[in-house]
């Protein structure tokens, strides 16, 4: 949510370093975008004596920001600083925009996160003859620094980074910032629970929300903590030091992540590139884990938590969104195969509610950015209550897989496309992979249900390859419900795949804004079936599984109720095709593990509908890719 990124180095390229950086970032938010460029005296004719800060801000993308960048700007500098925005407080708008610069232009800053009590520092700016420009939290920062700068001013002249001290313990909220000032060559920076990278390149430092900015440059990354704060002096020295200014030895990581795995590789989007990487993604979440005949899986991460894993009277799993929805595939999962009780809670109810975590009990936290913030937020409250933390995580070295105790990683790469989609398999991939871990360690599968259970999901990236072959197919058939007249679109199946039933609603509804909803199809007649005419489909999931018979008399209840229906059906299936006006088959395989596959389709039609409707799939309106505000 809001990307950050900033150049400070010996090479002058700075602009165009955080340009590229911004587009990289533009997953984060894109409704307005900004950059300063400070030019060191004598770099420009009215900067002889001091240095000068140039603010280009604009509503709407990178490249809108871009364009609207007189040519006669200089396009040099060491030092530069951006920022691409998910508005929170205050629309989208130029005035909005960030970098934020203080009322007496001391400073300037890009933010990412909610300072909370914003509107406090406000009143007491303004009572200090404070005046704003913006709407927003960040300016009212801004404006907080260079008065704890001023403050300070007579006793400790231009000390910027003990003014963004002092003024960071008044904040509460969230924060990463990037500050510099016309008044000092320093550079800080500073985090607390919104995520900031410092890449560390030959000729300096590119720092940035995560690590895609900088893998171009360097992969030599440390990773800022909570409450720490950076310093680059002379464009080439780094300092690291908490809020009370005690030093710390930076760790520097070594980022795992290459240029290709960023770019959009031949598709026309992010989200058609990820969808097709599904096959390797699913592979490499299961490569080296799932082994061979009746050895023991191997999952190393989950060794530290396993005896409370064994032991949990029962396990919470928190997540948001399309991680909830693999949070409930992994419940199912569980229950079945482990037969240990699950509950699973959205992280920003499970925050609030007082929830009855017994100490050992274990709390899942599945998430693809490692960074939500509601999803961070719960898991630390557990732990405050004795439980033990698990993630299922996708972005190396992200927030939550550092305040995990154990975890799994995902491996599904870096996941551009605002709807997930790679991300999510792999979730449930590592959900599959936890749930016959615990079964089979807990003595309730037989060597030969093992045996099943991984040939299963071994052959899972086969048949997803196998269904994305039939890619041409699929988008002719949700061609056939493009038209806007489809306004409302219901999901339905039942057991394994319901969760299925619900992501598919949400691919579709988040990125071609059609109503969509998905029900138990054993829900249906209790409510939904209101809906039902010519212009409301229902999408069925119905492999061939135990509730097959059940799931076909709902479809004949909606076919009687003259509504359209799209059917995903296992090959061989031929009763299904009598009934619905299209289907769509793909390989079976193991019941549990079918969610893996029936989810496929699904987003090839959203994809479909919403490109059809003119959408932008890779960034829809209002939403962003790492949400890090409550
Ligand atoms: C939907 C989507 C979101 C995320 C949710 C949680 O396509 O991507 O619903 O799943 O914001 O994000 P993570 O998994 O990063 O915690």
């Known amino acids: 949510m809001c990307g950050i990124v900033g150049y400070v180095g010996s090479k002058y390229y700075g602009p165009d370093v955080v340009i590229n950086g911004l587009r990289r970032l533009e997953y984060r938010g894109y409704d307005s975008a900004g950059i300063a460029i400070r030019y060191n005296p004598g ?7 001091g240095n000068v800060i140039e603010n280009w801000r604009e509503k709407g993308g990178v490249d809108e920001l871009y364009d609207s960048i007189p040519e006669s700007v200089i396009w040099e500098s060491n030092c530069v600083i951006g920022h691409t925005r ?14 934020h610069t203080s009322m007496n232009r001391t400073i300037t800053l890009v ?3 909610i300072i909370e009590n914003y509107e406090t520092l406000r009143k007491k700016l303004i009572q200090e003859g404070y005046e704003f420009e913006s709407q927003t939290d960040t300016e009212v920062l801004a404006n907080w620094i260079e008065y704890m700068y ?25 924060y990463a910032i990037l500050v510099i000032s016309p008044e000092t060559d320093n550079v800080i920076m500073a985090k607390k629970s919104s995520p900031l990278a410092i890449g560390i390149a030959d000729d300096g430092f590119v720092i940035a929300s995560d690590a895609t900015p900088i893998v171009e440059y360097t992969k030599d990354v440390i990773y800022l903590e909570d409450e720490q704060i950076a310093v680059i002096e002379n464009n080439s020295d780094i300092r690291i030091t908490d809020l009370n200014a005690v030093e710390v030895d930076p760790v520097i990581e070594r980022v795992d992540l290459d240029l290709e795995q960023i770019e959009k590789g031949g598709f026309d989007s992010f989200m058609m590139k990820e969808i097709n990487e599904q096959p390797e993604t699913i592979q490499n979440c299961i490569r080296g884990r799932l082994t061979d005949g009746l050895d023991q899986l191997m999952m190393g991460g989950i060794d530290p938590v396993m005896p409370q894993l064994l032991r949990a009277n029962k ?5 948001c969104g399309t991680s909830w929805h693999a949070a409930l595939t992994g419940k199912n999962m569980i229950e079945k195969l482990a037969r240990i009780p699950v509950e699973v809670d959205y992280a920003s109810e499970f925050r609030y509610k007082d929830p009855i975590i017994k100490s050992g009990d274990v709390v899942i936290g599945i998430t693809q950015s490692g960074e939500t913030a509601d999803t961070k937020a719960a898991m630390e409250m557990a732990r405050e209550r004795g439980a033990t933390l698990f993630g299922v995580v996708n972005v190396v070295g992200s927030s939550i897989a550092r305040l995990a105790d154990a975890g799994m990683y995902t491996h599904s790469g870096i996941e551009v496309g605002v709807a997930s989609t790679k991300a999510f398999t792999g979730q449930v991939a590592a959900m599959a992979l936890l749930a016959i871990k615990l079964g089979r360690q807990l003595g309730n599968i037989n060597d030969d249900t093992y045996l099943r259970l991984k040939s299963s999901l071994k052959s899972i990236p086969a048949k997803v390859a196998k269904i994305l072959s039939q890619t041409e197919d699929i988008l002719a058939i ?22 299925i ?12 804004y059609a109503h969509a909803e998905g029900y138990p199809a054993g829900e249906m007649k209790h409510g939904p079936i209101a809906l039902i005419d010519e212009n409301c489909p229902s999408v069925f999931i119905l492999p061939n599984d135990k509730d097959y018979g059940k799931v076909i008399s709902n479809m004949q209840e909606v076919k009687a109720r003259s509504g359209k229906v799209l059917a995903i059906v296992n090959e061989g299936d031929e009763l299904a095709e009598t009934i619905a006006d299209h289907v769509i088959k793909i390989p079976e395989c193991e019941e549990i593990f079918m969610p893996l596959l029936t989810v496929i389709p699904l987003q090839l039609i959203s994809y479909q509908i919403a490109t059809a409707r003119g959408k932008n799939v890779d960034k829809p309106r209002n939403l962003a890719k790492s949400v890090t505000v409550e």
């Open 43 to 49: 770099e420009r004719t009215d900067a002889m004596y």
């Open 86 to 99: 998910w508005a929170t407080h205050g629309v989208p708008s130029r005035r909005n925009a960030h970098p």
């Open 111 to 113: 933010h990412n996160g």
């Open 150 to 174: 001023n403050k300070i001013y007579s006793e400790t002249p231009g000390d910027l980074e003990l003014a963004v001290r002092l003024a960071l313990k008044d904040v509460v909220g969230a």
């Open 315 to 319: 396990i919470f799993i928190i997540a």
């Open 478 to 499: 949700a061609d056939e419900y493009t038209d806007e007249k489809y306004h409302d679109f219901l999901y339905l199946a039942r057991g394994h795949n319901f969760p």
């Open 501 to 512: 039933a619900l992501e598919g609603a949400l691919k579709l509804k988040e990125i071609s």
